[in-house]
Structures are given as C-alpha cells and as structure tokens.
C-alpha cells in the first residue's frame, strides 16, 4: 500500500510543473485511481476485520476513496488558482494526510497524521480566505482542535507505557482493563473526536471556518475532516464497551438537544454556508447517536451517512460559492430569484437539498431510515423527538431552496455572468454516486 501512496506523490508533486489542461487531466487520473481501489474491496468482510497488511476494511476503504473523489472535485473547482504550486502542495499534504490516518492501525500514527491534516487546512483558510476575518476563524479552529487532542495524546502515551503497544488488533484487551479512572480513561479518549465531528455544544468552530474559508477548504472540510472524527469514535468503542455501556447516554442526549436546537437556529440565519455548517452538525450529531448505540447496524447506518453526507455536503458549497461568485452575496435575502438567471442550475440545487434533507433516492435517506431503526430500538421513548429534529431539517432545508430560487427577483443582480462547464461536470460527478449508489449497498456491508 506503501507503494501506492508514493507513486501518488510523486503524481502529484510533477503537478507543478504542468499546464492547466494537464491539470484536468490529472482530477480525471486521480477519479480512475479511485475506481480501481473498489475491485480490492471483500464485500464479506466485517466492519472491524482490519486486514494486517493493508491496514484497512470496509470504513477505510471508502473513507480513502471517498478523500479522492473529494480531492478531484476540489481541483475541478479551483482551476483558477491551480497555477500557485504552494496550492497544490498544500492539496497534496492534505490528501496523503488523511489517506495515511484512515489506512493507519496504530493509534499514535493515527493520531499524528489526523492532526497533520489540520496544517494545510488552516493554511487555505489563511491564505485563500475571503475575508479579514478568517485569522478568528482559522485560530478558533485550531485552539478547538489542537487543545481537544491533548487529553488523546495523554492517553495514548499511558496505553503505550502499559502494554508495549498501540496497534488496533492487540488493544481489544482493553474491554478488560481496570486500572484507569473509568471517566478520566473515557472521555479523555473521545474529546478530540467528538470536537472533530464536531458535537453539539464544541460545535463553534465550524460555521466560522466554514464561512471563512475558500470553496475547496469548505469541501474538505465538509466532505472528508468531520469523518475523521466518527472513524476515530468507530475505532475507539470497540476497546471501550466497559465505560461506552455507562455514559453514551449522556452523549446521545446532549446530541438529541443539539439536532433541535441547531435546525430551529437554520430557519432564523441568512448566511446560506452557515445553514450548510449547522446542517452538517446536525447530520454528524445523528450519525453520533446512532454509533454511540453500540448496535452493528448502528456502525453501518453511521457509514452510510458519512460517505452520503460527504457526498451531499460539498455540492451545496460548490453551489453557494458558484451563487456567491455571481452575486457578491451569500445572504437569503439577496441571493433570490435565481431561477430567472440560472434556470440550469436549477435540477442540481435541488438534487442536492433532497440530498441534504434524506428524501429518496438519495444514500442519505438509507443512512437516516438505518439511524432511526436502530435508535428506537435502542430506547424507542426518543421516536418523538427524532421526528421532530428531522421534521425541522427538512423545513430548513425547503425553506433554503425555494429562497435562493422561487422568490421575487433581486434587480441589483442584472449584470451576471454564465455557468461554466466545469461548474457542471463537478456537480454531476457528485450528484451520480449520491443518488446512485442506493444500488450498491454492499459496499457499506
């Protein structure tokens, strides 16, 4: 696997030195790479069968090739600044990053490429914001993620001093381990994930980044950085089943208030990207709840929402930023009337709003069925209220789509310029497998 990844940078690094017909070549190269990886994938394998020379299964898999397609879409879209080599380097660190922290079994290999990620991120959004703005943004990031990992670094380094290792298939003896404050041991190993999906109430990072970073540090982080955190908690509970028994409850409760509170907040905010980021919170906080359960079809419903969310998630960036670059503006009020100057866009906007709110026949509403099944049937007293927050997402998410575009027309926008073509191949190449892969469920099996 080693050798893969070493051909792929050097594939990368020889961007530098092409031209910018080459480079959409090379997004087209880096799809084929992507689609090669599915014939390697067992479809009979357990979620956790972590194979010993790949370091990988299912989760990994699709995690690494869903970092790909996303990485692709990110070259599609800023064609504009590919000719900067710093850009392309930093796209390639963050691509090998997180390819080398899903395809890691050891904890601290793990846990070093999962916070190198955050280098080159904080970078695009210092160096490609938009706004004066974005050094608040691109600290709070960092102070949230960077001090979150400390108590995981503490913990990782005691697990290594008491058992000589920290590979993932030796730890399961920790489901026996008692010589570590249950609490401290617990919660000091999933802080730094839990600010990384993030949850409810650590959540105040992401709309700022969100808002001030440029479209491709949005898609990533949207559609790849928030999984690292549920791969991290997947990896984690296994070994943890003796304290997860005791306090997942307190979690999946401050996640339960969270996905009401955050969807009524969407249908009071005008910033369109800001409605995207607590919707991502809101999707991450079910896909939470629904591994905190400790169910098998808890862990399978969590990875189909993340790779439909993954899916979902930068499309509706890629479609604000192309909304923003025509009217100046992200906000509802302004941005209206759409369907007067881009009736194309039209069909691509709302494939991905019925995406976002899991209507069929989307991967998100199969992620979301599995989530609510395995919910009630883990306390069936929360049916209530999980149809209420969803009943709230969907609201939000009809009301963002017939604002931007069934509304009175905003006479300060007459002067727009056309949709591009790559504009549509990247949106098309996100909407076919969101829609489409509801036919290939073995893949998450």
Same mark, same amino acid.
């Given at each position: 696997?080693m050798?893969?990844?070493?051909?792929?940078?050097?594939?990368?690094?020889?961007?530098?030195?092409m031209?910018?017909?080459? $480079?959409?070549?090379?997004?087209?190269?880096?799809?084929?790479?992507?689609?090669?990886?599915?014939?390697?994938?067992?479809?009979?394998?357990?979620?956790?069968?972590?194979?010993?020379?790949?370091?990988?299964?299912n989760?990994?898999?699709?995690?690494?090739?869903?970092s790909?397609?996303?990485?692709?879409?990110?070259?599609?879209?800023?064609?504009?600044?590919?000719?900067?080599?710093?850009?392309?380097?930093?796209?390639?660190?963050?691509l090998? *990053?997180?390819?080398?922290?899903?395809?890691?079994?050891?904890?601290? #290999?793990?846990?070093?490429?999962?916070?190198?990620?955050?280098?080159?991120?904080?970078?695009?959004? #210092?160096?490609?914001?938009?706004q004066?703005e974005?050094?608040?943004?691109?600290?709070?990031?960092?102070?949230?993620?960077?001090?979150?990992?400390?108590?995981?670094?503490?913990?990782?380094?005691?697990l290594?001093?008491?058992?000589?290792?920290?590979?993932?298939?030796?730890?399961?003896? $920790?489901?026996?381990?008692?010589?570590?404050?249950s609490?401290?041991?617990?919660?000091?190993?999933?802080?730094?994930?839990?600010?990384?999906?993030?949850?409810?109430?650590?959540?105040?990072?992401?709309?700022?980044?969100?808002?001030?970073?440029?479209?491709?540090?949005?898609m990533?982080?949207?559609?790849?950085?928030?999984?690292?955190? %549920?791969?991290?908690?997947?990896?984690?509970?296994?070994?943890?089943?003796?304290?997860?028994?005791?306090?997942?409850?307190?979690?999946?409760?401050?996640?339960?208030?969270?996905?009401?509170? $955050?969807?009524?907040?969407?249908?009071?905010?005008?910033?369109?990207?800001?409605?995207?980021?607590?919707?991502?919170?809101?999707?991450?906080?079910?896909?939470?709840?629904?591994?905190?359960?400790?169910?098998?079809?808890?862990?399978? *419903?969590?990875?189909?929402?993340?790779? %439909?969310?993954?899916?979902?998630?930068?499309?509706?960036?890629?479609?604000?930023?192309?909304?923003?670059?025509?009217?100046?503006?992200?906000?509802?009020?302004?941005?209206?009337?759409?369907?007067?100057?881009?009736?194309?866009?039209?069909?691509?906007?709302?494939?991905?709003?019925?995406?976002?709110?899991?209507?069929?026949?989307?991967?998100?509403?199969?992620?979301?069925?599995?989530?609510?099944?395995?919910?009630? *049937?883990?306390?069936?007293?929360?049916?209530?209220? $999980?149809?209420?927050?969803?009943?709230?997402?969907?609201?939000?998410?009809?009301?963002?789509?017939?604002?931007?575009?069934?509304?009175?027309?905003?006479?300060?926008?007459?002067?727009?310029?056309?949709?591009?073509?790559?504009?549509?191949?990247?949106?098309?190449?996100?909407?076919?497998?969101?829609?489409?892969?509801?036919?290939?469920?073995?893949?998450?099996?």
């Amino acid at each position: 696997m080693m050798k893969f990844y070493l051909f792929l940078f050097m594939l990368i690094l020889s961007m530098n030195f092409m031209k910018n017909m080459y $480079l959409l070549i090379y997004s087209y190269l880096m799809l084929m790479i992507m689609l090669f990886m599915f014939l390697f994938i067992n479809y009979n394998n357990n979620i956790m069968n972590i194979y010993n020379w790949l370091g990988m299964d299912n989760i990994s898999y699709l995690l690494i090739i869903l970092s790909i397609f996303i990485v692709a879409m990110m070259y599609l879209v800023s064609l504009n600044i590919l000719m900067n080599k710093m850009f392309n380097l930093l796209l390639l660190i963050l691509l090998i *990053s997180l390819m080398l922290s899903f395809n890691s079994i050891n904890f601290f #290999m793990f846990y070093f490429f999962f916070e190198i990620s955050l280098i080159p991120t904080f970078i695009l959004i #210092m160096m490609y914001g938009y706004q004066p703005e974005r050094l608040n943004a691109g600290m709070f990031m960092m102070l949230y993620t960077l001090f979150a990992s400390l108590p995981l670094l503490y913990i990782i380094m005691l697990l290594n001093n008491n058992y000589n290792s920290l590979n993932y298939m030796y730890m399961y003896k $920790l489901i026996y381990m008692n010589n570590f404050s249950s609490m401290m041991f617990y919660f000091f190993l999933i802080f730094a994930f839990l600010i990384k999906l993030p949850m409810f109430m650590f959540h105040m990072w992401l709309p700022k980044a969100h808002v001030e970073a440029p479209i491709s540090g949005s898609m990533i982080l949207a559609g790849v950085m928030l999984k690292l955190g %549920g791969y991290g908690i997947i990896r984690s509970m296994n070994f943890l089943l003796k304290y997860s028994l005791k306090f997942n409850l307190i979690i999946m409760s401050l996640n339960l208030m969270g996905i009401i509170i $955050l969807s009524i907040l969407c249908l009071r905010i005008n910033d369109l990207k800001v409605i995207i980021a607590y919707s991502s919170v809101v999707h991450m906080s079910m896909m939470l709840m629904s591994m905190m359960t400790l169910y098998l079809y808890g862990k399978y *419903s969590s990875l189909l929402l993340m790779v %439909g969310h993954g899916l979902c998630s930068p499309g509706l960036f890629m479609l604000v930023n192309f909304f923003y670059l025509r009217t100046k503006s992200r906000n509802l009020y302004l941005s209206k009337g759409l369907m007067n100057y881009f009736p194309s866009m039209m069909l691509m906007w709302f494939l991905l709003c019925i995406g976002n709110m899991a209507a069929p026949i989307t991967l998100n509403l199969i992620g979301e069925l599995f989530i609510m099944m395995t919910l009630i *049937s883990f306390m069936n007293k929360i049916m209530l209220l $999980l149809m209420i927050g969803m009943l709230l997402s969907a609201a939000y998410t009809l009301y963002m789509f017939s604002s931007v575009y069934h509304n009175n027309m905003n006479n300060s926008m007459m002067k727009l310029f056309n949709n591009k073509i790559v504009e549509f191949k990247a949106l098309i190449m996100l909407c076919i497998p969101l829609n489409m892969l509801i036919l290939k469920m073995e893949l998450f099996y």
